[in-house]
């Protein structure tokens, strides 16, 4: 499996951003895909997550400003963001988790969002 990630960028305070990851390879095997942050020096955080029951988790902060989905077709999950704070700003990393795994097992290279107030 192979993640792609894409459309991190610097904006200020209030705007919206949409990531993008595509994934390849051996997508069948992918039962669940979710976005991770990370700042330097702290450890990696979930943000959202959709598995193919179509459950949808989010972490605290981002309840009610940002939205996960997926596009099938196009073997592509979306995180769109809105209202965005400066605390927001860090690098944002897609995952996938396969078929018979308990941790998110596939990683993306990361795309970095920055918010300036």
């Known amino acids: 499996v192979q993640l792609q990630a894409s459309g991190g960028g610097l904006v200020q305070a209030g705007a919206s951003l949409r990531l993008t990851c595509t994934a390849s390879?051996?997508?069948?095997?992918?039962?669940?895909m979710s976005w991770y942050r990370q700042v330097a020096g702290k450890e990696r955080e979930l943000v959202a997550g959709?598995?193919?029951?179509?459950?949808?988790h989010y972490e605290d902060s981002v309840k009610g400003r940002f939205t996960i989905s997926r596009d099938n077709a196009k073997n592509t999950v979306y995180l769109q963001m809105n209202s965005l704070k400066p605390e927001d700003t860090a690098i944002y990393y897609c995952?996938?988790?396969?078929?018979?795994?308990?941790?998110?097992?596939?990683w993306g290279q990361g795309t970095e969002v920055t918010v300036s107030s």
């Open positions: 390879g051996s997508i069948s095997r992918i039962n669940a």
């Open positions: 959709l598995n193919n029951g179509g459950k949808i």
């Open positions: 995952a996938a988790r396969t078929q018979g795994r308990v941790a998110y097992d596939y």
